[in-house]
């Protein structure tokens, strides 16, 4: 199947601003999906409210454009009711940890077979650049003119934490690590995290004097380094990227569920 046949492109151009690396991931997650070879009647995506969440309306697979926060819920309600289907759940920084926080801790708590994608462009961008739980201290944003005090989270720290049996972070430079990435996490039996770091120019670049998206895809270039690379030995504070959790021995809790069903039902 070619990569046009997975997009909607009536749609296009999309609505993402010059520079935003949301486009990036798009483009990163169709050419995993085609490169293993998935059936699209048989992938569904949910998504939230945000720059992020409209992926949802770019590709031709079966969608839920949901609550903000609530994607997560959403797709645990179709992956209980269809197991065998491939559930994708793209997010952005509130989503995913901010309203969505708590559907995130018991997704991963849980270890249902769902791939998350946070994209972390550490704004919120659809709304006007306010800050998110993941920009950091000491950053200006709408609600911050006189920058931040808020620590942020650490997607893969919080991930791990929760107890996601995949968890891997890259960045939308590194697009073909993250074509890789994507692959292994939908190919993963359990709860998946992929962070993708993402750039937003309009808002957070601008603000805080990062430059344009080429400057920024540059800081993801020079400030992040590959697990186990010499790189990151060097430098302690690079950004490290690559796969840091990737337990394929953990109970999935679709098939536990069904066990449960199995022994209520010999009950009877």
Not at 74 to 86: I, N, R
Request: net charge positive; aromatic share 8%.
């Amino acid at each position: 199947m070619a990569i046009k046949d997975y997009l909607r492109q009536r749609y296009f151009p999309h609505m993402w601003c010059p520079g935003c690396g949301h486009g990036i991931v798009l483009n990163a997650l169709i050419r995993a999906v085609q490169g293993m070879g998935l059936d699209k009647n048989d992938i569904v995506m949910t998504s939230g409210i945000g720059c992020s969440a409209r992926i949802s309306g770019y590709v031709d697979f079966h969608t839920l454009h949901t609550l903000h926060g609530r994607a997560l819920a959403f797709a645990t309600g179709v992956k209980l009711s269809k197991p065998e289907l491939t559930l994708l759940v793209p997010m952005g920084d509130g989503d995913a940890l901010a309203i969505g926080g708590n559907h995130f801790i018991h997704a991963a708590r849980r270890n249902i077979d769902i791939t998350a994608i946070v994209m972390n462009n550490r704004i919120y961008g659809m709304t006007g650049g306010q800050f998110s739980p993941l920009s950091g201290i000491g950053k200006k944003a709408t609600t911050a003119p006189y920058t931040t005090i808020d620590s942020n989270f650490d997607v893969v720290k919080m991930a791990v934490a929760s107890g996601a049996t995949f968890v891997a972070r890259t960045t939308a430079y590194h697009v073909l690590e993250a074509v890789d990435l994507l692959q292994k996490a939908i190919s993963h039996k359990g709860f998946s995290v992929v962070e993708i770091l993402s750039q937003c120019p309009t808002h957070y670049g601008r603000k805080n004097k990062e430059g344009d998206a080429s400057s920024m895809m540059e800081f993801q270039k020079s400030k992040t380094g590959k697990l186990g690379s010499k790189a990151l030995e060097k430098d302690p504070t690079l950004i490290p990227r690559g796969i840091f959790v990737d337990d394929k021995d953990a109970s999935e809790y679709c098939s536990a569920y069904d066990k449960i069903i199995e022994t209520a039902m010999k009950g009877r």
